[in-house]
């Protein structure tokens, strides 16, 4: 083999190597993941902190609870249009129920997921590097470079910065908790064949995108750090 | 006796009328809803606020482009699920590359509809009662605001369309920009819903 080959095919490997990482989120996603780097990993107490894949059995759950939590949000959205559009499409009781019993479903699973999460998190031990990372982040501004929220940002940054990241998974859980409730409430009216009332709707919806933009802060500042 | 029948028969009716306005969402529902209300009728040059029935032009605008608003925004996050769970379920680019068409359309559709609203909302002149009520709303402002970017979507769907993974910022700038929209939205439902209530 020649140097020109070497050469070449040493090029091609940096090349693939580079779209394999572009293509690989080394770290994800959408609700609260990412935070799994701050635990130590269970099995042999290393850091998981800066890993460049998705490591922990604590991220496992994160990715699996997020993915049940944005279907039933999908599903409630979903029920939102058909009240939305009820004047001018008509109502379908039956169709209704369903997208609700799926919405109902995932936030049950969601739950569930996030309590055994829950449970794995507070019996695992934090890691140091990733807390102290953590406390003396720039909240700030971060928030500021990102126009985020003030009001759920610094619900975030309360619990980070004290190093509880636990606790919000605690509070993601409580969300659901409270989604689910809503939208029980919802099933029982629908059930009567009777129209939901209004401020249950818009409750449900707040809550779903409030824990949605909360989970994805958690998100934004693991990817930042 | 007859006025006692009298009495019964205007009790059952009070009480069908009851229930029938609690049945009926005299004042919708989920995105804007209500902001009709704050319009005369382009018709008549009447006042529609506190109509018991869905009452204008404006409001059945505001109700369409609500309706794929909320298809938009329930596709969107049907994407951050696929993206969420591609390390469990993987990740199928055709299904995918539909979901991202289907949001594009809904916000497109969106878009159309508030812009025929907009045309709507600025030639008809607006209702005193409620604007005197309402003081410092800024309906136009809301108009602006409420328009989803629909440019995000499009790099999405560019990304998507190569088969490739979406940039992960983009997808939290969709979510929460579509929650922003419908948080707001919803806010201003609720205050045209506790003016209707109070009047």
Redesign the interface.
């Known amino acids: 083999m020649n140097k020109s080959t070497k050469k070449f095919i040493l090029k091609s490997l940096i090349f693939f190597m580079a779209i394999f990482l572009l293509?690989?989120?080394i770290y994800?996603?959408?609700?609260a993941?990412g935070s799994g780097q701050g635990y130590e990993d269970p099995g042999d107490g290393k850091s998981n902190f800066g890993s460049t894949k998705?490591n922990s059995i604590i991220d496992?759950y994160i990715?699996?609870g997020?993915?049940y939590f944005?279907?039933s949000?999908?599903?409630i959205?979903?029920f939102?249009?058909r009240?939305?559009?009820?004047?001018?499409?008509g109502f379908d009781f039956e169709e209704i129920q369903m997208i609700l019993d799926s919405a109902i479903n995932n936030m049950i699973s969601a739950k569930s997921t996030y309590y055994i999460l829950i449970q794995i998190a507070q019996d695992t031990p934090y890691d140091p590097e990733a807390i102290s990372k953590l406390r003396s982040f720039d909240y700030q501004s971060f928030m500021n470079n990102y126009s985020?929220?003030s009001e759920i940002f610094k619900e975030v940054e309360w619990y980070l910065k004290n190093g509880n990241i636990t606790g919000n998974f605690i509070r993601i859980y409580n969300s659901f908790i409270k989604i689910e409730g809503l939208l029980l409430s919802i099933k029982d009216e629908l059930s009567l064949n009777?129209?939901p009332s209004?401020s249950t709707?818009?409750d449900v919806?707040?809550e779903a995108?409030r824990t949605?933009?909360f989970g994805?802060y958690i998100?934004?500042i693991f990817?930042a750090i | 006796m007859i006025k006692n029948k009298k009495k019964l028969i205007f009790k059952a009716v009070v009480f069908i009328m009851v229930i029938f306005l609690m049945?009926t969402?005299v004042f919708?529902?989920?995105?804007a809803?209500g902001a009709g209300g704050g319009y005369e009728d382009p018709g008549g040059g009447k006042s529609n606020f506190g109509s018991t029935k869905?009452n204008s032009i404006i409001e059945?605008y505001i109700?369409?482009g609500?309706?794929y608003f909320?298809?938009a925004?329930?596709?969107i996050?049907?994407i951050?699920?696929r993206?969420?769970?591609?390390?469990?379920?993987g990740i199928d680019y055709d299904e995918l590359n539909k979901v991202v068409d289907n949001a594009l359309d809904n916000i497109r559709n969106a878009k159309y509809t508030y812009s025929i609203l907009i045309q709507t909302a600025l030639y008809t002149p607006y209702d005193l009662a409620v604007i005197s009520k309402l003081k410092l709303f800024d309906y136009q402002a809301f108009m602006t605001e409420y328009s989803l970017n629909k440019g995000l979507l499009l790099l999405i769907k560019n990304e998507v369309s190569l088969n490739?993974?979406p940039a992960?910022p983009r997808?939290?700038e969709v979510?929460?920009e579509a929650?922003?929209n419908?948080?707001f939205g919803?806010y201003i439902?609720?205050v045209f819903?506790a003016l209707q209530k109070n009047r």
């Open positions: 293509n690989n989120q994800s996603y959408v609700l993941n998705d496992t990715e699996k997020g993915g944005l279907n949000f999908s599903s959205l979903s939102s249009n009240i939305e559009m009820k004047n001018i499409e985020l929220n009777k129209m209004l709707i818009w919806n707040e995108t949605l933009v994805q998100t934004r990817n | 049945n969402e919708s529902v989920i995105c809803n869905e059945s109700e369409e609500g309706g909320l298809n925004f329930s596709n996050i049907s951050s699920n993206v969420e769970m591609e390390n469990i379920n490739k993974m992960l997808i939290w979510n929460e929650s922003n419908l948080t919803q439902t609720r819903y």
